[in-house]
């Protein structure tokens, strides 16, 4: 801090002259302020001190030298300071640290701040904090009994993207009371860690292709939705065409053997650059697929049956779904079908991709030139053609139909919105979609052996009914179950990770199909209560899919009548507490227990019966950065140390501590963007 001499004082100096040099006689040098350093300081320990400097200076700027300066304390009971300036704290509070020279004063505050009060949690329970500011108290976790266990979260509550860029995050740990310890953390009970059926092993060939396969589709359809959203913003939803009243013609259930596609292959604009010549390959009452008529003369053929496995498995679990969840798909054009066009636009490994250019009129001056005018699914050759590949991700087709189908129900809705609140961000496009494709897997896998659709997965329901018993080979009415077990396990096992976007430095299997997953099965089972009963959590989706609602985050709070930090907190305290013994209700995912679903593949491997391998960087789901690979907690809070990474947008940084019972606890200095937030949750 900075005093400044008095008008009445420095009239006075400047008329006395100190020296003589030669015949001129040179004034003194004249204190005019004092600067003293640090400006505040504060401790958290009695007997803690703080050295403070001084330094004198002239109305000019210039240093003073060889000036010996008086300390003192405003509040002796708080602090106490000797010649050197060297402040120790005796009690707790605030005390100003001044210093003197020539009448002239400087301060600096010293606060002694009492940091034993510690975060009181009872297992089973869990709170929210701001990010402590700078000088500000950590937070303090008690020392408590041997073996208690907590769960400390940084939130990001960051949903801007900006540009995937993370954060920097630091835990540093301070023991309180006792005399730090150095010795390892004495192992603590799990609760989630495989069954001994683990040994099976399982044929999961071909998952690791078909997550590469979801973050190329993820990404193409996000360049997408920033093209379609500069197209509706120059055209409107004026320009979209509405569904028929009329009848339909008999003549339009016949469809034909060949038909003309409009394309724009870029999907960046309207401009109808090819009309293309397709043929019918098969069809139904609900869709027709056609192919390119040159790549159907090409190796790249696909099949009748192929598309008839398709068409079947969309017919006998897609639908039901997508007009539970989704209240159905429109029909501009009046057919009763969605069209899935197979073509070499569909550039692999993108699997397949909707565009809501399809939904406006097909008119130059007025609408869109390249529009089909209909529901259409541009679909992948190869992706289809992998059914018949037994070392490849054969049966992906069958629930990405799905899951495109439901981008056909939800852009289309997004296009009737007002202009400037049209689409849904990818996290929350893809992550509803990501519902859609795998409740119509949980409805096929129930069909043949497996549990229920609002039962709650494990390993060993996936071992005894998610694979041949025969053969050893993955059913493929079950295949969609591993894949969002493989992308639930890509989201949280990554540091950094993100909600809303795979952020920079993310593992290869992060992505918003993860992530946006992750996320909205907690939201069904836990706001939409998915466990009372099958499609129980349909309403809740069918809601935020609508006309009506906002898009995004704005549609959740609305929907939910809570803020989306809030909600990220909730989200955050689920993953900490998820298949532990005290978990509260009604905050928990019902339909999974990751741990051991997810551990139960290796995915690492490949399996054959793991050898004990995790999938993420250490221990079991959701991957605390300080847990060891048997699921047990790495460090005690008796342990000094600095936990530092990076955090994305919305993304979680999760750390797992156990007390051995010795000094009053820990403080927890956390260094975190301003806007995060810190979840404490007190696990056993």
Same mark, same amino acid.
């Given at each position: 801090?900075?005093?400044?001499?008095?008008?009445?004082?420095?009239?006075?100096?400047?008329?006395?002259?100190? =020296?003589?040099?030669?015949?001129?006689?040179?004034?003194?040098?004249?204190?005019?302020?004092?600067?003293?350093?640090?400006?505040?300081?504060?401790?958290?320990?009695?007997?803690?001190?703080?050295?403070?400097?001084?330094?004198?200076?002239?109305?000019?700027?210039?240093?003073?030298?060889? &000036?010996?300066?008086?300390?003192?304390?405003?509040?002796?009971?708080?602090?106490?300071?000797?010649?050197? !300036?060297?402040?120790?704290?005796?009690?707790?509070?605030?005390?100003?640290?001044?210093? +003197?020279?020539?009448?002239?004063?400087?301060?600096?505050?010293?606060?002694?701040?009492?940091?034993?009060?510690?975060?009181?949690?009872?297992?089973?329970? %869990?709170?929210?904090?701001?990010?402590?500011?700078? *000088?500000? =108290?950590?937070?303090?976790?008690?020392?408590?009994?041997?073996?208690?266990? #907590?769960?400390?979260?940084?939130?990001?509550?960051?949903?801007?993207?900006?540009?995937?860029?993370?954060?920097?995050?630091?835990?540093?740990?301070?023991?309180?009371?006792?005399?730090?310890?150095?010795?390892?953390?004495?192992?603590?009970?799990?609760?989630?860690?495989?069954?001994?059926?683990?040994?099976?092993?399982?044929?999961?060939?071909?998952?690791?292709?078909?997550?590469?396969?979801?973050?190329?589709?993820?990404?193409?359809?996000?360049?997408?939705?920033?093209?379609?959203?500069?197209?509706? *913003?120059?055209?409107?939803?004026?320009?979209?065409?509405?569904?028929?009243?009329?009848?339909?013609?008999?003549?339009?259930?016949?469809?034909?053997?060949?038909?003309?596609?409009?394309?724009?292959?870029?999907?960046?604009?309207?401009?109808?650059?090819?009309?293309?010549?397709?043929?019918?390959?098969?069809?139904?009452?609900?869709?027709?697929? #056609?192919?390119?008529? +040159?790549?159907?003369?090409?190796?790249?053929?696909?099949?009748?049956?192929?598309?008839?496995?398709?068409?079947?498995?969309?017919?006998?679990?897609?639908?039901?779904?997508?007009?539970?969840?989704?209240?159905?798909?429109?029909?501009?054009?009046?057919?009763?079908?969605?069209?899935?066009?197979?073509?070499?636009?569909?550039?692999?490994?993108?699997?397949?991709?909707?565009?809501?250019?399809?939904?406006?009129?097909?008119?130059?001056?007025?609408? =869109?030139?390249?529009?089909?005018?209909?529901?259409?699914?541009?679909?992948?050759?190869?992706?289809?053609?992998?059914?018949?590949?037994?070392? !490849?991700?054969? %049966?992906?087709?069958?629930?990405?139909?799905?899951?495109?189908?439901?981008?056909?129900?939800?852009? #289309?809705?997004?296009?009737?919105?007002?202009? !400037?609140?049209?689409?849904?961000?990818?996290?929350? +496009?893809? $992550?509803?979609?990501?519902?859609?494709?795998?409740?119509?897997?949980?409805?096929? %896998?129930?069909?043949?052996?497996?549990?229920?659709?609002?039962?709650?997965?494990?390993?060993?329901?996936?071992?005894?009914?998610?694979?041949?018993?025969?053969?050893?080979?993955?059913?493929?009415?079950?295949? *969609?179950?591993?894949?969002?077990?493989?992308?639930?396990?890509?989201? &949280?096992?990554?540091?950094?990770?993100?909600?809303?976007?795979?952020?920079? $430095?993310?593992?290869?299997?992060?992505?918003?199909?993860?992530?946006?997953?992750?996320?909205?099965?907690?939201?069904?089972?836990?706001?939409?209560?998915?466990?009372?009963?099958?499609?129980?959590?349909?309403?809740?989706?069918?809601?935020?899919?609508?006309?009506?609602?906002?898009?995004?985050?704005?549609?959740?709070?609305?929907?939910?009548?809570?803020?989306?930090?809030?909600?990220?907190?909730?989200?955050?305290?689920?993953?900490?507490?998820?298949?532990?013994?005290?978990?509260?209700?009604?905050?928990?995912?019902?339909? #999974?227990?990751?741990?051991?679903?997810? +551990?139960?593949?290796?995915?690492?491997?490949?399996?054959?019966?793991?050898?004990?391998?995790?999938? !993420?960087?250490?221990?079991?789901?959701?991957?605390?950065?300080?847990?060891?690979?048997?699921?047990?907690?790495?460090?005690?809070?008796?342990?000094?140390?600095?936990?530092?990474?990076?955090?994305?947008?919305?993304?979680?940084?999760?750390?797992?501590?156990?007390?051995?019972?010795?000094?009053?606890?820990?403080?927890?200095?956390?260094?975190?963007?301003?806007?995060?937030?810190?979840?404490?949750?007190?696990?056993?």
């Amino acid at each position: 801090m900075t005093r400044i001499r008095s008008a009445l004082v420095l009239a006075f100096a400047a008329g006395v002259a100190a =020296c003589s040099d030669g015949n001129q006689t040179l004034p003194a040098p004249v204190v005019d302020q004092i600067v003293i350093a640090p400006e505040s300081g504060s401790v958290t320990t009695l007997g803690a001190t703080i050295a403070f400097d001084a330094e004198a200076r002239t109305s000019t700027g210039v240093p003073v030298a060889g &000036l010996s300066f008086d300390w003192t304390s405003s509040n002796t009971s708080v602090a106490t300071v000797d010649a050197n !300036g060297v402040a120790t704290a005796v009690g707790f509070g605030e005390a100003t640290i001044t210093a +003197e020279v020539d009448g002239v004063s400087a301060g600096a505050i010293f606060s002694v701040r009492d940091c034993t009060a510690s975060v009181a949690l009872a297992p089973g329970e %869990w709170t929210a904090l701001a990010v402590p500011a700078a *000088g500000d =108290c950590g937070v303090i976790l008690p020392a408590g009994s041997a073996g208690d266990r #907590y769960r400390v979260a940084v939130v990001s509550t960051d949903t801007t993207r900006n540009g995937a860029a993370v954060s920097n995050v630091a835990v540093d740990i301070v023991p309180l009371g006792t005399t730090a310890l150095t010795e390892p953390a004495a192992p603590a009970a799990t609760s989630a860690a495989p069954s001994a059926a683990v040994a099976r092993a399982l044929r999961v060939r071909g998952l690791g292709e078909a997550a590469r396969m979801a973050e190329h589709t993820a990404l193409a359809h996000d360049r997408m939705r920033a093209d379609e959203a500069r197209i509706l *913003g120059a055209l409107g939803p004026d320009a979209v065409l509405r569904e028929s009243t009329s009848a339909r013609s008999p003549a339009r259930q016949v469809q034909n053997p060949t038909q003309t596609i409009s394309l724009d292959p870029n999907t960046s604009s309207c401009e109808a650059t090819d009309n293309v010549l397709a043929n019918l390959v098969y069809f139904d009452d609900r869709l027709a697929f #056609y192919q390119d008529a +040159e790549q159907a003369q090409t190796s790249l053929a696909v099949t009748a049956q192929q598309a008839q496995r398709m068409a079947e498995f969309y017919r006998d679990f897609g639908e039901p779904v997508i007009d539970a969840y989704y209240d159905g798909v429109s029909d501009i054009d009046n057919n009763d079908r969605v069209i899935v066009f197979i073509t070499p636009e569909v550039v692999f490994p993108t699997a397949a991709f909707v565009w809501s250019g399809d939904f406006f009129e097909a008119n130059a001056s007025t609408g =869109c030139a390249a529009s089909n005018e209909g529901e259409y699914i541009y679909f992948s050759a190869e992706v289809m053609q992998l059914q018949d590949d037994v070392d !490849g991700p054969g %049966w992906q087709s069958l629930e990405t139909l799905v899951h495109e189908m439901k981008h056909v129900s939800s852009l #289309y809705r997004s296009v009737l919105r007002p202009r !400037g609140q049209q689409y849904h961000p990818s996290w929350v +496009e893809e $992550g509803t979609a990501e519902i859609a494709g795998n409740m119509a897997t949980r409805l096929a %896998w129930s069909s043949v052996g497996g549990p229920a659709i609002n039962a709650r997965i494990d390993d060993e329901d996936i071992i005894d009914t998610g694979f041949d018993a025969s053969t050893g080979d993955i059913k493929p009415e079950f295949f *969609g179950v591993a894949i969002r077990m493989l992308r639930a396990q890509g989201f &949280l096992a990554s540091q950094p990770n993100g909600l809303v976007v795979s952020p920079n $430095g993310a593992l290869d299997d992060h992505s918003v199909y993860g992530s946006g997953w992750t996320f909205f099965r907690w939201l069904g089972d836990s706001y939409g209560n998915a466990a009372s009963a099958p499609m129980a959590d349909a309403d809740l989706f069918k809601s935020l899919n609508a006309t009506a609602a906002m898009p995004g985050v704005r549609g959740l709070e609305d929907e939910l009548g809570v803020p989306f930090p809030r909600l990220l907190e909730r989200f955050a305290a689920a993953v900490m507490f998820h298949a532990t013994p005290n978990a509260p209700t009604g905050l928990d995912f019902t339909g #999974y227990d990751f741990p051991t679903a997810i +551990e139960v593949f290796c995915f690492a491997a490949d399996n054959p019966a793991c050898s004990g391998s995790a999938p !993420g960087p250490t221990g079991y789901w959701p991957w605390p950065v300080t847990t060891n690979s048997d699921g047990t907690p790495s460090w005690t809070l008796q342990q000094p140390t600095e936990f530092s990474g990076s955090i994305g947008p919305a993304g979680l940084r999760i750390h797992d501590f156990v007390s051995n019972g010795t000094g009053t606890g820990a403080e927890l200095v956390i260094s975190a963007p301003a806007q995060a937030r810190i979840v404490v949750a007190r696990i056993q």
